[in-house]
């Protein structure tokens, strides 16, 4: 047997046995496709965040990470007679064929554009929707909210609304925007619902990443890199401590933050 073969079918056989009620492992035995959900957005992600760094190592292993969720789902749902990682591998297979006609058939295409165009074309013949360009602008736009990270999506659904003309004359008018609803969710806070307050938030975070799309920014790296230095201010924080910082009072944290603010800049 080829060696990835074998490897991926000792993988499948040590599932199984997690999820075998004769021995398995009793956190494996209670877990269901949705309650893994979290599991998956987070290997996704760790994967992202090892390519990043080049470590080849860790790459692999967040990988590895990666494919156990893939083969814990098929093995879960296996045991129900619904499907199994057969028909994953079988599904895949044959998409990649029918969307790259190209390679495996006789059609000509003459840049990576095209490919875009006839994946998509062959993608929505597949599901029985319109070709992309007769797709009403709502469809597109709610596969985007349903399966992309929130910010992500916010920034696809702004783009593609300005795309066909539902968009601003000038960024004056985005400011207008992003300032009403700053006064409306500081309004829902001290008169609202937490219902209300949750949906006016949602809207001030919409008309922040408008700003973002307007001056080019990655709202999404934007955020991130706040959370790293975040979390590097803390670290430097903790390096001159000699207790826990919640023994510190508010005062004596802003001025450690400060100093890690500082230190920081200094080097750079």
């Not at 994953?88 to 059609?107: C, M, S, W």
């Not at 596969?143 to 066909?164: E, H, N």
């Amino acid at each position: 047997m080829n060696q990835n073969l074998a490897a991926l079918q000792e993988l499948i056989e040590v599932v199984a046995k997690l999820r075998s009620p004769d021995g398995g492992c009793p956190w494996d035995l209670a877990q269901t496709p949705e309650s893994l959900t979290p599991y998956v957005i987070e290997e996704a992600y760790e994967v992202v965040d090892a390519i990043k760094s080049g470590d080849q190592k860790a790459i692999a292993e967040e990988l590895g990470d990666l494919l156990l969720q893939v083969v814990l789902q098929a093995q879960i749902a296996s045991e129900s007679g619904q499907f199994s990682l057969k028909e994953i591998a079988e599904g895949i297979t044959q998409k990649l064929i029918r969307r790259h006609p190209h390679v495996f058939g006789d059609v000509e295409v003459a840049s990576v554009e095209e490919v875009r165009q006839n994946w998509e074309e062959i993608k929505a013949a597949e599901k029985g929707e319109p070709s992309p360009e007769n797709q009403k602008l709502s469809a597109k736009l709610s596969r985007y909210g349903r399966t992309l990270p929130p910010l992500m999506a916010a920034m696809k659904i702004s783009q593609k609304a300005a795309d066909v003309g539902f968009e601003w004359e000038n960024i004056e008018g985005v400011w207008d925007k992003f300032h009403e609803e700053l006064g409306e969710f500081q309004k829902a806070l001290a008169e609202e619902t937490p219902e209300a307050q949750q949906a006016e938030l949602g809207d001030l975070l919409f008309a922040t990443v408008q700003l973002a799309r307007w001056h080019n920014l990655d709202p999404s790296a934007g955020l991130q890199g706040t959370n790293q230095r975040f979390i590097q201010r803390l670290q430097k924080m903790e390096a001159v401590v000699d207790r826990p910082l919640s023994d510190y009072t508010l005062a004596e944290l802003e001025a450690l933050w400060q100093q890690a603010k500082a230190q920081i800049a200094k080097d750079g």
